[in-house]
């Protein structure tokens, strides 16, 4: 009997989730996979990494060593934000690819992907564990079994972070790029005002710096803001106009900012960050004075 060759894996990103989650598993499988090459920002943890790894394993800090790499069959993107880029190389490269969520920021990216999947005959999948939780096939089955429906919910009781990571020997780097991770934040932040209908880049970034200082990740700052924005967006639509604070980035400029506060007020784990968000709009409009017909209502 001719036995199969395990799939040869690139990863890219070694952080919190590669570390607790994907390094033991594919350990675990390792006679079905194969991790050969390793990318991360900080080049003393890609190489640490790849010597503890089974077998010849290269490393490097740039995530197209990667997809430049003819030995390689599949590529696992676990870094955090938009990984749009990142993607669309390695289908171009012909490589499978697992993504880590999110995997993009814009319908457009998103599109962009499916049809780059497609040309290249690529499997492109999110690495998004609860499609494949039992307990889903199990509610379809319970769902085609009630005729219509008029309202489905679903609701995920997600663990504290303590439980799942504290016995991770977490190794964390300081040889990090900082100027490669500052371009990715300004592409993330550029996604985030394409897909709010080119919201205005000025105040979203006040805004997230304005978190981040809070103790926000800027990851978890642009997904509040673009939650935030989204509900003013669906509130003026429905209403007619938007609601909660409404103001211009800057006299003059004509572009306006509508964040609807309350859009996910049910949601006992989010009242604290839009907390912060609001006093960090508060914050920057107090340091923005506007007069006439700038002026800023806050509801």
């Known amino acids: 009997m001719v036995m199969e060759q395990p799939i040869r894996l690139g990863v890219v990103g070694l952080g919190l989730i590669w570390q607790a989650v994907h390094l033991p598993n594919l350990l675990a499988l390792r006679d079905r996979f194969q991790v050969t090459r390793v990318c991360d920002l900080s080049a003393s943890l890609a190489r640490s990494m790849?010597?503890?790894?089974?077998?010849?394993?290269?490393?490097s800090t740039d995530w197209?060593?990667?997809?430049?790499?003819?030995?390689l069959d599949a590529i696992l993107f676990l870094t955090p934000g938009d990984h749009a880029p990142q993607v669309l190389g390695a289908l171009e490269?012909?490589?499978?690819?697992?993504?880590?969520?999110?995997?993009?920021?814009?319908?457009?990216?998103?599109?962009?992907?499916?049809c780059a999947a497609a040309t290249?005959?690529?499997?492109?999948?999110?690495?998004?564990m609860k499609m494949y939780d039992p307990i889903i096939q199990q509610t379809r089955e319970a769902l085609a079994s009630v005729g219509v429906r008029r309202i489905v919910r679903v609701t995920v009781l997600h663990p504290a972070d303590a439980p799942q990571f504290d016995?991770?020997?977490?190794?964390?780097?300081?040889?990090?790029?900082?100027?490669?991770?500052?371009?990715?934040?300004?592409?993330?932040?550029?996604?985030?005002?394409?897909?709010?209908?080119?919201?205005p880049l000025a105040l979203l970034a006040e805004a997230t710096r304005l978190?981040?200082?809070?103790g926000v990740s800027a990851e978890t700052a642009h997904a509040a803001l673009a939650a935030l924005l989204e509900g003013a967006a669906h509130n003026a639509r429905r209403t007619g106009a938007a609601a909660?604070?409404?103001?211009?980035?800057?006299?003059?400029?004509?572009?306006?900012?509508?964040?609807?506060?309350?859009?996910?007020?049910?949601?006992?784990?989010?009242r604290e960050l839009y907390a912060t968000l609001t006093r960090a709009m508060e914050s920057l409009l107090a340091t923005q004075p506007l007069a006439g017909d700038d002026a800023v209502q806050v509801a």
């Open 50 to 59: 790849a010597s503890d790894l089974p077998g010849a394993v290269a490393s």
């Open 120 to 128: 290249a005959g690529r499997v492109l999948q999110v690495s998004y």
């Open 64 to 71: 197209r060593s990667a997809c430049d790499d003819a030995d």
């Open 93 to 114: 490269a012909g490589k499978h690819v697992l993504v880590e969520k999110p995997l993009c920021v814009t319908v457009r990216e998103a599109r962009d992907l499916e």
């Open 211 to 214: 978190l981040e200082s809070a």
């Open 244 to 270: 909660a604070l409404t103001g211009p980035v800057a006299r003059g400029d004509g572009d306006a900012i509508a964040a609807h506060l309350d859009a996910l007020a049910g949601h006992p784990e989010a």
């Open 167 to 199: 016995h991770v020997a977490l190794r964390r780097p300081d040889d990090v790029d900082l100027a490669v991770l500052e371009a990715d934040s300004a592409y993330v932040l550029e996604r985030t005002g394409e897909a709010l209908g080119n919201a």
